[in-house]
């Protein structure tokens, strides 16, 4: 079963733009994880954000948690044609061991 | 060493073979995962492993059988796959973390995965 939604399903900017990915999930959680997967290999962890925190930065990557809203977004300043690829958002419910992951944005930057 | 391999990279087999696929991590990670990902879609989690024994079956069918015979070895044993069972799989680990008390559910480490194609 999902938990996360993205927002917005695709993606496509030009080098340098900023790049927003919004994500909303169902249940409580005990932290949202953010990955990357460049197509059709594995997956690569960005920043992982607890769900008594609010902000969280990593390099060009800023990380927002708004646990009333159930939502979280990812934000790649000055993208690079090396972003291209698909995120995810993950969460893992409360009580629970299991990474449930949203549908993904696929973000294309175009150099 | 903070990769986890998985091998075969690609596999093809019939509905009636038998095969596995293989999952090594050297970081002392003592959860290890098993997804099913279908083309432009998310990962679907089918089995955990913490400790060595099986803690999570998403219900997954019984033609899938994992098995972790030590702390840095998965494997998924295959029979009698149906085509709809083409997908990548992916393994993955997690070092389980502690934040005081409480279990801490920390980021999970993924190989790159074997493309499965079933004829």
């Known amino acids: 079963s999902q938990q996360g939604e993205e927002d917005p399903q695709a993606l496509s900017i030009q080098e340098g733009e900023n790049a927003t990915m919004n994500c909303s999930y169902k249940t409580s959680i005990n932290n949202l994880q953010w990955y990357r997967q460049n197509s059709g290999r594995g997956l690569v962890h960005l920043i992982l954000i607890r769900s008594n925190e609010r902000e969280k930065h990593s390099g060009r990557l800023r990380v927002t948690l708004d646990t009333s809203k159930k939502s979280s977004s990812l934000l790649i300043t000055a993208s690079r044609a090396a972003d291209t690829a698909s995120y995810f958002c993950a969460t893992i419910p409360q009580g629970t061991e299991k990474l449930v992951f949203g549908k993904g944005t696929k973000l294309t930057v175009n150099p | 060493d903070t990769e986890v391999t998985q091998t075969p990279k690609h596999l093809v087999m019939g509905m009636t073979n038998k095969k596995s696929l293989k999952c090594e991590q050297h970081?002392?990670?003592?959860?290890m995962y098993w997804y099913k990902q279908k083309a432009k879609k998310p990962p679907e989690l089918m089995f955990v492993?913490?400790?060595?024994?099986?803690?999570i079956n998403e219900s997954v069918p019984s033609r899938f059988s994992p098995e972790c015979p030590n702390s840095s070895l998965l494997n998924l044993h295959l029979h009698a796959l149906q085509p709809e069972d083409s997908a990548l799989y992916l393994c993955?680990?997690?070092?389980?973390?502690?934040?005081?008390?409480?279990?801490?559910?920390?980021?999970?480490?993924f190989g790159p995965g074997t493309r499965l194609t079933v004829l």
């Open positions: 970081m002392g990670h003592r959860a």
């Open positions: 492993y913490s400790y060595e024994k099986l803690s």
């Open positions: 993955a680990s997690r070092l389980r973390g502690w934040a005081g008390l409480e279990v801490f559910y920390n980021e999970q480490f």
